[in-house]
């Protein structure tokens, strides 16, 4: 029998489970790991050379974990010495073998960037979540948010990140890049991702967050005029009228058919919000976590795939999905 650590000894003596450990066991059963470990595999470095690396399993399980819980590689590392249902879930133990270090974690996240797996994964994700009846593809709602990023010049460069800009949203400036989607209209799941710097407009990336399949598009009123730029026509569009233009219609009756209107198409776009508010706020994911749009892209495409299976959890575990 394998002697356990200390804090491992005093974990499996514990009687409470806590949210995170919940968290985890949810997440462990409806991530599709053998669909995702397929595509990093032919990229994932093998044994040789007297360098024997640590389970490819064992290194997207702490991927995965960065991004749930907003560790930087350094806290990651101490992370997994500390917290033993990290440990557990990585598969590893202090025990039985070594933890993997920042570098080791870093070269993980690069090989993803480097080999452009990212986009790869969401729709792996996505088509797994197809194949349950979960992405219907008959309507979208495309909408774009804020990500913040560093204003200060008090760094190594004493510049700004060039890749991000500033834009103004109402009366307030906000520095740093926009994360574009398209959502799928009837499960609210994210379909499609871009990303921008925070200047670039809305409307400017709509025809790359619609799948073709759609036959109807919701918006918000930065996307007046988007079906000049769909490249495919013969799509219902529903994107919402200016407020100061519903606000100036003289007749009364009339303004409040159309306010009614309004109402109805902003219920429906109200499923955009889901998957934002997911990655800010059950993630964490306010603020900008690397230099340069590259990078970044490939954490939020990624983030959005983990926001689709934790949106999707309950309808998977109660079908019964349990992915080895």
């Not at 590392?77 to 917290?83: H, N």
């Not at 070269?107 to 994700?125: G, I, K, M, T």
């Not at 799948?211 to 009123?221: I, L, M, N, S, T």
């Not at 490249?231 to 407020?243: D, E, F, L, P």
């Amino acid at each position: 029998m394998t002697q356990l650590s200390f804090s491992d000894a005093e974990y499996a003596g514990k009687r409470k489970r806590t949210r995170r450990e919940k968290f985890l066991e949810e997440m462990d059963q409806v991530v599709p790991w053998k669909v995702l470990l397929s595509l990093i595999e032919p990229a994932y470095p093998k044994a040789g050379n007297g360098c024997r690396p640590y389970l490819l399993k064992t290194m997207l399980r702490i991927h995965l974990m960065q991004n749930w819980f907003g560790y930087s590689d350094p806290a990651m590392e101490e992370a997994l010495y500390e917290v033993a249902p990290l440990r557990r879930f990585a598969g590893l133990s202090l025990t039985r073998g070594s933890v993997p270090d920042e570098t080791t974690i870093l070269n993980f996240r690069r090989l993803l960037e480097q080999n452009d797996l990212a986009p790869r994964l969401l729709a792996a994700v996505n088509t797994h979540l197809t194949d349950k009846g979960l992405l219907l593809r008959q309507g979208t709602i495309v909408d774009a948010t804020i990500i913040h990023a560093p204003p200060s010049t008090k760094n190594r460069d004493k510049a700004r990140d060039p890749e991000m800009h500033q834009t103004k949203k109402g009366n307030q400036w906000f520095f740093g890049m926009k994360a574009h989607i398209g959502v799928d209209a009837e499960s609210g799941l994210t379909h499609s991702v871009t990303t921008t710097a925070a200047n670039v407009a809305d409307v400017a990336e709509v025809d790359k967050l619609l799948h073709g399949k759609e036959k109807v598009v919701y918006a918000d009123a930065g996307y007046i005029g988007a079906q000049k730029r769909a490249h495919k026509r013969g799509r219902r569009w529903y994107v919402a009228a200016k407020r100061s233009k519903v606000k100036a219609i003289d007749d009364d009756q009339l303004r409040d058919l159309t306010q009614q209107i309004e109402h109805l198409k902003a219920s429906i776009r109200a499923k955009v919000e889901h998957p934002f508010r997911v990655i800010k706020r059950q993630f964490g994911y306010q603020k900008v976590r690397f230099k340069g749009l590259a990078k970044n892209t490939t954490q939020i495409q990624m983030l959005f795939a983990l926001a689709n299976l934790w949106m999707a959890r309950s309808t998977l575990l109660a079908a019964g999905e349990v992915r080895p």
